[in-house]
């Protein structure tokens, strides 16, 4: 059984407790406040897509480099980020088979391109964050997409759709609505389809393995995050 996970949400540091920083999680507009072992888990997992094996070897690297051990078990913080939403995964007999069940209820929430707002996005990271200079610059460089990854962030930049629904719009040709009837309209057309069972409807279109990969590799490339609703 091959098993997937990755981070959901965005993260946020606040100032609390007489300059102390917290690390916290905007989750469905709600704020998630993470303690130092499962920020490293999270952000650990943030822009990555990675099997259970990895995120353990992963966050043991950050142990050794660290120096902070906790007496909770990383299974057990695992589990708690995912009860919580924080953390998705997906499972399947093959890795895309997992990495489609991983996807398919996940929204997707493209990084703004407004130039000014990224260029305060970008000092933010950078002094408040801090976040490397180099590592920034990488995040918020022009990004080069495919034909179907312009698609996904065209669709994205409308509404709030889960890789599911974008499948469904590839599959009926639409990538603009002028009203939320009309998108309800393309997306559940018929008296079969449901937001309950869409993921099982659509995972065996032709356009499924296309879209899975192009959310995938702009996931990957930080030009997106996931979101839940």
Not at 125 to 134: D, K
Request: glycine share 4%.
């Amino acid at each position: 059984m091959n098993r997937l996970l990755t981070a959901v949400g965005h993260l946020h540091i606040e100032g609390r407790n007489k300059g102390g920083k917290i690390p916290v999680v905007i989750l469905k507009n709600r704020e998630y406040i993470l303690d130092i072992q499962e920020f490293v888990v999270w952000s650990s997992l943030n822009w990555r897509i990675l099997r259970h094996d990895q995120i353990r070897e992963l966050y043991q690297k950050k142990e050794l480099e660290t120096g902070f051990y906790s007496s909770r078990s990383f299974d057990d913080c695992m589990c708690r980020l995912i009860q919580r939403g924080l953390v998705a995964e997906g499972c399947g007999d093959t890795e895309v088979q997992a990495l489609y069940r991983l996807l398919s209820d996940l929204y997707i929430m493209p990084i703004s391109e407004n130039p000014l707002l990224r260029l305060c996005s970008f000092f933010r990271l950078c002094v408040f964050g801090e976040v490397p200079y180099s590592t920034a610059k990488k995040i918020f460089c022009k990004d080069k997409r495919t034909a179907d990854e312009k698609k996904v962030i065209r669709l994205a930049k409308q509404t709030l759709l889960s890789t599911a629904e974008i499948i469904k719009c590839f599959e009926r040709n639409k990538l603009d609505f002028c009203c939320e009837e009309e998108l309800l309209d393309t997306l559940y057309y018929d008296e079969f389809t449901t937001s309950d069972n869409i993921a099982d409807m659509v995972s065996y279109l032709p356009e499924c393995r296309p879209v899975m990969l192009s959310v995938a590799n702009l996931y990957l490339r930080k030009q997106i995050i996931f979101e839940r609703i």
